[in-house]
């Protein structure tokens, strides 16, 4: 756990909750309902305090399947194991690959602001990953040939090549 970290003011019942998810089972997941323009997602709050590891955003997928493999990441940086930007998993409880890649600051008050407000009083910005996942080919967003209808369901939050 982190030394510096300074737990929020709680103001209501669900951040209660969210605590309590913390505290006991090592992160909290915080799912996001889809919009007009904009795909449902999933990010954690905790594997950094917990785990000294990054947090998590998935995009595009049912909210039961997001959130079991946030959990598996979360188990295995449990257990020591840490994903970094770049990464790629084909293990995980989805039926293909996914690669990490680092979310970049300037967009977490769009996306992540329990987390934000979660981490506020740490010395400097708790790291954060984007899970993406392939096309039924296989092939990410940023690469050749890639299903287009794919930026729909998961926008990138870093611009990649």
């Not at 690669?99 to 954060?128: H, M, N, Q, S």
Request: hydrophobic residues 45%.
């Amino acid at each position: 756990m982190l030394d510096s970290f300074v737990w929020p003011e709680p103001d209501g019942a669900p951040d209660e909750i969210l605590f309590r998810n913390v505290r006991e089972h090592g992160c909290h997941l915080m799912g996001i309902a889809a919009e007009a323009q904009a795909p449902a997602y999933v990010f954690s709050i905790g594997l950094y305090l917990n785990y000294a590891h990054a947090e998590l955003v998935l995009f595009g997928l049912d909210p039961t399947d997001a959130c079991a493999v946030i959990n598996a990441v979360r188990d295995r940086a449990a257990a020591g194991q840490r994903y970094v930007a770049g990464d790629v998993c084909d293990d995980l409880p989805l039926d293909r690959k996914v690669c990490f890649v680092e979310v970049p600051l300037e967009v977490y008050d769009a996306y992540l602001g329990t987390a934000i407000w979660f981490y506020a009083k740490l010395p400097r910005p708790f790291p954060c990953l984007q899970i993406v996942w392939p096309d039924q080919d296989g092939r990410f967003p940023w690469e050749a040939g890639c299903d287009a209808r794919l930026k729909d369901h998961q926008p990138l939050l870093r611009p990649l090549s």
